[in-house]
């Protein structure tokens, strides 16, 4: 059985891990997570959630709110090489200097982020992948309508290419030297 928690007002997160587990739901008219680790596993409902510089969302949940993401978001729940999937309904908006965290365990079973809404910003994308795992035109973002991906090179040495579909973001591994920055520019 799920149950709701509700808080009125702005929550603020600043704990070094806080794990939010698959039986509870949690409303607040805002969240800031300031520092640490939230892994998500339930639904996180508000008017808007700000992941800070020194944050990390990782998890298999879904946030029902406008997301600003400054800190790193890393799809499943525990390593980072756990496959998971982060589900929000609303805008998801990258600041500069943030990070998504992505892993591939397989060709076709990876990390996903899917938005419903526009997906805009800018963040580093920092992929790893197991030794037998060589995606090709992998989606790593699902993205909503408006959602805007403009690629720049990274000093990187790893081998990640992303490419644009619709408003999905593609991966394949093994056809660039170097690394990919995802630039993501607010529709006009």
């Avoid at 409303?27 to 640490?36: N, R, V, Y």
């Avoid at 591939?104 to 910003?121: E, P």
Wanted: net charge negative; glycine share 12%.
């Amino acid at each position: 059985m799920k149950t709701m928690n509700t808080v009125t007002s702005p929550l603020r997160l600043l704990a070094a891990a806080v794990a939010l587990g698959f039986t509870t739901n949690l409303c607040a008219s805002s969240i800031e997570i300031e520092s640490g680790s939230l892994e998500l596993g339930c639904a996180l409902e508000a008017d808007r959630v700000i992941i800070g510089a020194g944050a990390t969302l990782a998890g298999d949940g879904t946030l029902v709110a406008t997301t600003d993401v400054a800190g790193t978001i890393s799809p499943g729940i525990g390593p980072v090489e756990t496959i998971g999937t982060l589900t929000f309904t609303g805008a998801l908006t990258f600041s500069s200097g943030s990070r998504y965290l992505y892993h591939t365990a397989a060709s076709f079973y990876s990390d996903l982020l899917i938005v419903s809404g526009a997906v805009t910003g800018s963040t580093l994308f920092i992929g790893s992948r197991a030794a037998e795992a060589n995606p090709n035109r992998q989606r790593v973002i699902d993205g909503g309508t408006d959602s805007d991906y403009a690629l720049v090179v990274a000093e990187n040495p790893t081998y990640w290419s992303l490419r644009v579909e619709g408003d999905d973001l593609l991966l394949s591994y093994g056809l660039s030297p170097r690394g990919t920055m995802i630039k993501f520019l607010a529709p006009e």
